[in-house]
Each structure stands twice: as structure tokens, then as C-alpha cells.
């Protein structure tokens, strides 16, 4: 089956660096994207990554690696509205526009 | 931010009354999602839709029915709601090329089966 594992939840200091990890299992792969979403609130497109490597968008950064069926996202000079679920998905191999998105995890940032 | 709303915001039903939920998009896109979140659960897609009529079911499809008569407007309903159903509902957006890497989320409909 496909599947998705990310912590449930991180903790870290406001000002610094933290990075959420996904580890993914799929027949086939076709990309890794990243979500955020505040509590109450809708999901909000982050990034997505086709190739190995890091992609950076301002203060946050996705990596992949296909190799290790592994990608991350990588969050700098946290502010406290960073505090969010954040969720990694692929592409349902079985499907062009279905994603299977992992259970999320749990951003609290401390002052 | 995409131009993405859903109607109603929250909705308070009874067990065995059909719903309705309605998401309206202005951007033009052609495909269109709802999912259902639920603690514990992330994101579970229930139907999707390729283009005007073109439908087809996700992974939490028993229990809903949808609807695409016209690019801008992805109905769904509940036929007779339970209180499994209890949950937020999105509706989400791609276009040809994002698809379906990258989606816009409407804002959600909160709905209580009681």
C-alpha cells in the first residue's frame, strides 16, 4: 500500500531552526508537496519538489532525496505565527490527481 | 488567494437529512476536491472532479454524492447524514500542470450531525 510517516508533533524555540520530516512508501513516486495549515484554518500550498534536492522559498526550504524515499521541510528563523500542521503528500500513484497526504505534524514554537 | 468559497460556513443536521454542501471557485480551474478532516486523520479525499460532469470517487466516497454542471460550482451531499459524517469539509482547486501537486483550499464547512 502507499503511506505517509511524519512526527506528530515538534517543538522549538522561536528564532530558530526546525526540520519536519516525511518518509514516504509508494509503488511509484512522482513528487513531494508540503502543506501548512493554522488551526481553524484551510491547508495552504508550501512547496513541492520532483527532483532531488533543495528548493528554497524564503525562511522555509523543502528537500527530497527519491533514493531514500525521504524529503523534509525545513523551517529558519521561526516566528511564532509558524505554529501550525503541517503536511507532506504524494501523488496517488494510481491516479494523475489524487494525493495521499500524511497525518500531519504538530508545530508549537515556544518564545 | 484563490478565489475559493464554500457555503454554508457551519451547518447543524439531524441524523437522516440530505445535505448539501456548495463550493464556488472564480479562478476558472478545471479540477476540484472534496475532503473531509477529521483528528487523527489528516486530509481524506471523498470525490473529485476532472472537468464540467466528469466525477469520481476518493478513498471516503460512501455515504456522498456530487455534482459539476458548471466549472465554477462542485456540489456535494450527503444523502442521509450520520454522525460518522460529523466533520470539516474542504473543497480544493487545481489546474492543468499544478495537478494535483498544488491545490487552493476554500475555507471549510464545519458540519455537527447530531
Known amino acids: 500500500g502507499q503511506s505517509l510517516e511524519q512526527p506528530s508533533e515538534v517543538t522549538a524555540v522561536e528564532g530558530a531552526i526546525v526540520q519536519i520530516n516525511c518518509t514516504y512508501q509508494t509503488s511509484g513516486f512522482y513528487g513531494l508537496s508540503w502543506y501548512q495549515q493554522h488551526d481553524g484554518g484551510a491547508p495552504t500550498f508550501l512547496s513541492y519538489?520532483?527532483l532531488d534536492g533543495l528548493e528554497e522559498t524564503g525562511r522555509f526550504s523543502s528537500f527530497l532525496s527519491r533514493s531514500d524515499s525521504y524529503g523534509y521541510l525545513l523551517l529558519q528563523e521561526l516566528q511564532m505565527k509558524d505554529s501550525a500542521s503541517y503536511f507532506c503528500a504524494v501523488r496517488d500513484p494510481g491516479s494523475n490527481y489524487q494525493l495521499i497526504w500524511g497525518a500531519g505534524t504538530k508545530l508549537i514554537i515556544k518564545p | 488567494d484563490a478565489g475559493i468559497t464554500q457555503s454554508p460556513r457551519h451547518k447543524v443536521t439531524e441524523t437522516g437529512t440530505p445535505v448539501t454542501l456548495r463550493c464556488h471557485q472564480t479562478e476558472n480551474h478545471r479540477y476540484m476536491y472534496w475532503y473531509r478532516q477529521d483528528p487523527g486523520h489528516g486530509l481524506r479525499l471523498i470525490h473529485y472532479?476532472?472537468?464540467?460532469?466528469?466525477?469520481d470517487k476518493g478513498e471516503v466516497s460512501d455515504g456522498y454524492s456530487v455534482s459539476r454542471s458548471k466549472t465554477e460550482d462542485f456540489l456535494l451531499t450527503l444523502e442521509s447524514a450520520t454522525s460518522s459524517q460529523t466533520s470539516v469539509y474542504f473543497c480544493a482547486i487545481s489546474e492543468a500542470g499544478q495537478v494535483p501537486y498544488e491545490q487552493y483550499f476554500g475555507p471549510g464547512t464545519r458540519l455537527t450531525v447530531t
Open positions: 472532479s476532472y472537468g464540467v460532469k466528469d466525477t
Open positions: 519538489n520532483a
